[in-house]
C-alpha cells in the first residue's frame, strides 16, 4: 500500500502566526515533527502542505518534500484533501505540525489500524495527564464507546456531571493525528465550507462525525504536548530535553 505522512502547516494561525518556523531548543517546530514523521514512514513519503512561500523553502532546504496549498483551506484536512487531488496514495496520515513530540510508535499504530478499518477514519487519543486542565478550551477532550469509536470531542469538558460526586476520574484528549483514504478526503475536501458543529467548537473531524461517518479512536502514548500558544513553547522544550 501507498502510505503518505502530510503535515499542514499555515503561516497565518490566528493564535500564533508563523507557528511552524518557531525555534524549539534552536530547531525549526516542522522540522521536528518532519524528522519523526519520517522514522513511521521513511524521509520520502513525508510531505509538508502549507500556503506560506517561507515554509514551502524552509522545509525544502531540509530536504523535505513541500506542496503549495491554497490559502483558501478552512482546515488541515482541507489542506489533506487538495493533496489528495494531486497525489494518489492508499492512505493518508495527517500529523498537525504544532505536535513536535510525535511517538512514531503512534503513528504507525494509526496506520495500522487504518488498513484493518479502511472505511473508517482513525484519529488519535491519549488521557489527560494530571497538570493539565480539562476545562481548557485549546484542549479537545473525548469520549468514546467500548469498542472504541468516537461519540463527540468538544472544546468543554466532556463527559459532565450532575452532582461533583461522578464527576469521572479520568479526562481523555484528542491526539491530533489522523488517517483517511482517499475517498474520504475528497468527499471532505468538496463540502466547500465549515459543518455546524464543526464551526461551533473549531474542531475540523467533526464534519466526518456529523455525516455519520464512523471515527475509530487508538490510544497513544501519554504525554503528548503540542504547541497552541507562545506560552506552551517553554513547557514543550522541557518535554523535549527529556527525550
Not at 487519543?125 to 469509536?149: A, L, W
Not at 462525525?209 to 504536548?225: A, D, F, H, M, N
Request: charge should be positive.
Amino acid at each position: 500500500m501507498k502510505i503518505i505522512i502530510v503535515i499542514p502547516a499555515r503561516y497565518k494561525s490566528s493564535r500564533f502566526p508563523g507557528k511552524p518556523l518557531i525555534k524549539l531548543l534552536g530547531k525549526p517546530m516542522i522540522q521536528w515533527v518532519a524528522e519523526l514523521s519520517s522514522k513511521a514512514v521513511g524521509k520520502e513519503n513525508v510531505f509538508i502542505a502549507t500556503e506560506n512561500t517561507q515554509i514551502f523553502d524552509t522545509v525544502s532546504q531540509m530536504g523535505f518534500k513541500a506542496i503549495m496549498t491554497s490559502e483558501k483551506c478552512l482546515t488541515g484536512t482541507d489542506r489533506l484533501a487538495e493533496v489528495a487531488q494531486k497525489f494518489k496514495a492508499d492512505i493518508y496520515v495527517n500529523v498537525q505540525g504544532d505536535e513536535p513530540l510525535v511517538n512514531p510508535k503512534d503513528i504507525q499504530n494509526i496506520i495500522d489500524a487504518k488498513k484493518k478499518y479502511f472505511d473508517e477514519v482513525i484519529n488519535g487519543y491519549t488521557v489527560i495527564e494530571k497538570d493539565e486542565d480539562p476545562t481548557n478550551v485549546n484542549i479537545p477532550k473525548v469520549t468514546f464507546t467500548e469498542d472504541k469509536h468516537l461519540i463527540y470531542i468538544s472544546r468543554q469538558a466532556i463527559p459532565g456531571f450532575k452532582e461533583k460526586k461522578n464527576e469521572i476520574p479520568e479526562y481523555y484528549k484528542q491526539v491530533c493525528i489522523y488517517a483517511f483514504n482517499q475517498e474520504e478526503l475528497l468527499k471532505y475536501g468538496s463540502y466547500r465550507g465549515k459543518s455546524k458543529l464543526e464551526k461551533s467548537e473549531d474542531i475540523e473531524i467533526l464534519r466526518f462525525l456529523e455525516w455519520g461517518k464512523k471515527i475509530r479512536l487508538v490510544e497513544t502514548t501519554p504525554g503528548s504536548l503540542a504547541v497552541d500558544e507562545p506560552k506552551d513553547i517553554t513547557k514543550v522544550e522541557v518535554a523535549l530535553k527529556r527525550l
